[in-house]
C-alpha cells in the first residue's frame, strides 16, 4: 500500500479546516466519498486516484507533487547520512520510557527500508526531518529547536505508562529475539 508522505497528508487535512470545509463537503466537490477524503488525510495514498488528490490540492490550494518526490527526498536524505527514524509508537525500533506519567520513546538506528524511505520494521514512512519545524533530526526522541516528539503518542492505552511502555519493552525484545 502506497502512502502519502505525513507532511502532504497534514497539509491537505491543516488547508480543507483552514476553509471551513467538511471532509464530507470536500468529498462532494472532489468526486469521491468522506471516507476517501478521511483515510487520504491518515496517509493512505490508494484511498483516491492520483487525479483526485490532483482535484483536491486544487481545491485547497495545496500543491501536490509526484508520487516520487517524497521518496527521492528520503533517499537524499540516506544518502547524505542524515538521521532518520520511525514515527509509529508500536514499531519495534522506537524503545517506549514512562516520564513523568507519560510515554516518551528513544528512536534507535534501523537499516534502510523498502527504497530507502519506508520503517525495514513496520514499513511506515521513516521522517527525514521534524514534523513541526522541518529541521533535520536530531539525536534522541524530540527535535532540539522546536521540542516535537518524532514518534506519535501511543492510542489511548488502558494501562499506565509505566505498565505499558515496559510490556511494549518486553515484546520488542521477544521480537528481536526471533531475528
Known sequence: MERLSPELAGRLRDARRVKG???NALA?????????????ELGRQDAVSRETLRKIGALLDVEVGEPDAARLAGRECMAAGGRVCCPQAECPSNVPFAVAGTVVFQPQAQPAGRAGIYCAYCGEVLLTACPVCARPLSEGGHCRDCGAAYVNSPAAPDLTPDVWAAEHRKQIAEWRALL
Not at 462532494?28 to 487520504?40: K, L, R
Open 28 to 40: 462532494h466537490e472532489a468526486g469521491c466519498t468522506q471516507s476517501a477524503v478521511s483515510m487520504m
Open 21 to 23: 470545509l467538511s471532509q
